[in-house]
């Protein structure tokens, strides 16, 4: 009479197995989420080639780079009501339809940007600004309060002023001083320190629609005093770090960051090269405002990509900046006309 033989897994067999595929499982998902990232960052610097382009046939047409702010006719001299560049280009990223509805709704800039009439147009999201790698940004209840998120915001260089276009020394400024609805436009004949030389646009964290705590993509407000800046351009890193840290320890946030293309404001689509890429400290304006960041203050360009963040340069083309650049660098490239040729590495 035969024996017939069982064969099985012992227990311990068992555990082996699992604890190897366990093994293998973490040593794949590190190479998987890279390879996502990748693929993310590859899809953000396409971003960035095409919004270089556009800028570069919008100049084509109308001899001039957009202005930053375009200050809407029912408020002259206001420019936090005002226009974004973006706006202006959205014919060149294939949005001539809704480029033409935001003309003809908002009258050729009479109304605000966030006037009734503009409330479900100026919610349209955009891919084209925005970068995979980041998050949205949090819907709200009515379309009023609603942001399609923005990812990307043009320079005004080495300044604090965003609203002083005469001590703007980056590729793009305004509003207009007299309060005229062209804004101050920039001429690749005004960028002396030549294009690829020179930052066009860089990268930008959205909010989280949450004042009462500070993350990355939300910016210090000192709402009831605090400290201003003691520079207006090319600030020292000692000068830096010590606005910085009375930044950090405020307790009033601006969570709105991102939130909209089409206004024309720090922080929604305007950054500063006076703090290096993804600061370790918070973007900080100088005083309190409302709904965004419309003073004049420090906004470091940030992303979720390691190490750096992606920008356009003058030239249309796409880089990676690492955010260890020296700073007096940084701080060279983004102004147009200061004499001080970079040589990026």
Known sequence: MKTLNRTAFTLVELLVVIAIIGVLIALLLPAVQQAREAARRMSCS????????????????HNAFPAFNYMPGVDPGYP????????????????????????????????????????????????????????????????RDN????????????????????QQNGMFRGPAP???????????????????????????????????????????????GGSAASFTTYPSQSALDTFGQACEGLTTHNSTNGQHWICGLPSQTGINTLAP????????????????????????????HPGG??????DASARFISETIDLETWQNFGGRDDGKVVQLP
């Open 46 to 61: 396409n971003n960035f080639k095409q919004l270089g382009l556009a800028m570069h046939n919008y100049h084509d047409t």
């Open 80 to 143: 936090y009501p005002g226009y974004s560049a973006f706006t202006q280009i959205l014919p060149y990223i294939e949005q001539s339809a809704l480029s033409d509805q935001v003309a003809s709704t908002s009258q050729q800039f009479w109304l605000r940007w966030y006037d009734g009439p503009m409330e479900s147009l100026r919610a349209t999201p955009l891919a084209a600004f925005k970068c995979p790698s980041d998050g949205d940004f949090p819907a709200a209840a009515t379309n």
């Open 147 to 166: 942001g399609p998120g923005c990812n990307y915001a043009v320079s005004i260089g080495s300044s604090t002023k965003y609203s002083t276009p005469t």
């Open 178 to 224: 007299n309060g005229s609805t062209t804004g101050v436009e920039t001429a690749m004949r005004d960028i002396t320190d030549g294009l690829s030389n020179t930052l066009m646009a860089s990268e930008q964290l959205v909010g989280d629609r949450n004042d009462t705590s500070l993350m990355n993509g939300n910016s210090s407000e000192p709402r009831k």
């Open 277 to 304: 890429p993804n600061w370790k400290y918070p973007n900080c304006q100088n005083s309190g405002s409302g709904f965004a960041s419309d003073r004049d203050g420090v906004y470091a360009p940030r992303s979720r």
């Open 309 to 314: 963040v992606l920008v356009t340069v003058g």
